[in-house]
């Protein structure tokens, strides 16, 4: 899926930043914001697999994986055993090995699809747990108050120094952050860019969630998290993961990469202006999260006009502030920055592969002529 360890997210922050043209930027609303207003979640599938029709107790069974707290980014997908399987269907169940039905297995409809969160039985009391839990509905809550992003804090891995070091950095670069990022502000006027849908009050808020590892009614979110990383769930570490928008993990930030220099660099790209609209484009991945997103635009207007903050940053963002562009380039101006960008990651590409023929091209010329000297 789009599971991020840091390393490899600073670098594509890094580089998402480098492409973007200086005076391309798509609007001038927050990363956080403009996701929370237009991004939709990914939708997972819960596929059931049983033989003949379902119960009716059954049937109740699987309808509840879709009416868990609000409306939830899942959908059901029923494989009768009576017929014959074919294609996709068959290869996920010969992958479940001595399954009891009815079976119930649950993954991403993006990519890997082969790799499933979750697989158990229809009856099973953790399939309960499977869209709505306590942290996520905490989660949920803040974002929909307007929060900037949900920093949830992993710990319970057995190293309890580890964990209260990772709890004390992040709680001191979190209220560094807020106090030191300033938001871009929109511009009211006709023609200047994308606008706030919302009228919730734009803030830079970054709240924090601790999660322990041994919590039985968090073990699902916990693997959605982590998105069934081995290296991560077996990891004894200390893991931070930034939540936005609509239920939109950032990355994974652990062990000697849960440092004050990336948490910074997630919280300035957060909370800038939001350079490219396509959310594919953007690192992350979303959860299964049960929420009613919509319920923003339901929100009363704020007494006053809030404006963006503006209060001197305590040390320098890693991220060089000269990304956030300020000003508003009109529709021409974004298209042909588009296209550049386009351009670039297409020569890009084509580089890479000549690179890769080129030294396969090498490699099969050294062993043949090898072959030839023996």
């Given at each position: 899926?789009?599971?991020?360890?840091?390393?490899?997210?600073?670098?594509?922050?890094?580089?998402?930043?480098?492409?973007?043209?200086r005076?391309?930027?798509?609007?001038?609303?927050?990363?956080?914001r403009?996701?929370l207003?237009r991004?939709?979640?990914e939708?997972?599938?819960?596929?059931?697999f049983?033989?003949?029709p379902?119960?009716k107790?059954?049937?109740?069974a699987?309808?509840?994986?879709?009416?868990?707290?609000?409306?939830?980014n899942?959908?059901?997908?029923?494989?009768?055993?009576?017929?014959t399987?074919?294609?996709?269907?068959?290869?996920l169940?010969?992958?479940?090995?001595?399954?009891?039905l009815?079976?119930?297995?649950?993954?991403?409809?993006?990519e890997?699809?082969s790799?499933?969160?979750?697989a158990g039985r229809l009856?099973?009391?953790e399939?309960?747990?499977?869209a709505?839990?306590?942290?996520r509905r905490a989660?949920?809550?803040?974002?929909?108050a307007?929060?900037?992003a949900?920093?949830?804090?992993l710990v319970?891995?057995?190293d309890?120094?580890a964990?209260?070091a990772?709890?004390g950095l992040l709680r001191?670069?979190?209220?560094?952050?807020?106090?030191g990022?300033?938001?871009p502000?929109?511009?009211?006027?006709p023609?200047?860019?994308e606008?706030?849908?919302?009228?919730?009050?734009?803030?830079?808020?970054?709240?924090?969630?601790?999660?322990t590892?041994s919590?039985?009614?968090?073990?699902l979110?916990?693997?959605?998290?982590?998105?069934?990383d081995?290296e991560?769930l077996?990891?004894k570490?200390p893991?931070?993961v930034?939540?936005f928008?609509?239920?939109?993990?950032?990355?994974?930030l652990e062990?000697?990469?849960?440092?004050?220099?990336?948490?910074?660099?997630?919280g300035?790209?957060?909370?800038g202006e939001?350079?490219?609209?396509?959310?594919?484009l953007?690192?992350?991945?979303?959860?299964?999260?049960?929420?009613?997103?919509?319920?923003i635009n339901?929100?009363p207007?704020?007494?006053?006009?809030?404006?963006?903050r503006s209060l001197?940053?305590v040390?320098?963002?890693?991220?060089?502030s000269?990304?956030?562009?300020?000003?508003a380039?009109?529709?021409?101006?974004?298209?042909?920055?588009?296209?550049?960008?386009?351009?670039?990651f297409?020569?890009a590409?084509?580089?890479?592969?000549?690179?890769?023929l080129?030294?396969g091209y090498?490699?099969l010329?050294?062993?043949?002529?090898?072959?030839?000297?023996?």
């Open positions: 899926m789009r599971h991020l360890k840091a390393p490899v997210f600073a670098f594509l922050l890094a580089g998402w930043f480098l492409a973007l043209p005076g391309a930027a798509g609007c001038q609303v927050p990363v956080f403009y996701a207003e991004w939709r979640p939708i997972y599938e819960a596929i059931v049983h033989r003949g379902l119960g107790a059954e049937r109740a699987v309808d509840s994986l879709t009416a868990a707290g609000g409306p939830v899942l959908q059901t997908v029923d494989v009768d055993m009576a017929a399987l074919a294609g996709d269907a068959q290869k169940w010969l992958a479940q090995g001595e399954a009891a009815p079976w119930v297995v649950v993954r991403y409809t993006g890997e699809k790799s499933p969160l979750w009856d099973s009391p399939l309960k747990l499977l709505d839990s306590p942290a989660v949920a809550a803040r974002l929909l307007g929060d900037s949900v920093w949830v804090l319970g891995g057995g309890a120094s964990d209260a990772a709890e001191k670069e979190l209220a560094r952050l807020e106090q990022i300033q938001l502000l929109p511009d009211p006027s023609g200047a860019g606008a706030m849908l919302s009228e919730l009050p734009l803030r830079l808020a970054f709240p924090m969630v601790r999660l590892r919590d039985p009614a968090e073990k979110f916990i693997t959605l998290l982590l998105h069934g081995k991560l077996q990891s570490n893991v931070v930034p939540v928008g609509r239920g939109r993990a950032l990355a994974c062990g000697k990469d849960l440092s004050a220099g990336r948490i910074e660099e997630a300035v790209f957060l909370a939001c350079s490219c609209q396509v959310k594919e953007n690192p992350g991945f979303d959860l299964l999260m049960a929420a009613d997103w919509e319920t339901q929100a207007a704020p007494a006053q006009p809030v404006a963006a001197a940053v040390e320098p963002p890693v991220v060089a000269a990304t956030f562009v300020a000003t380039p009109s529709e021409d101006e974004r298209h042909r920055a588009l296209v550049r960008r386009q351009r670039i297409i020569a590409v084509g580089i890479m592969c000549c690179v890769v080129v030294l090498l490699t010329r050294s062993r043949a002529k090898a072959r030839r000297t023996r």
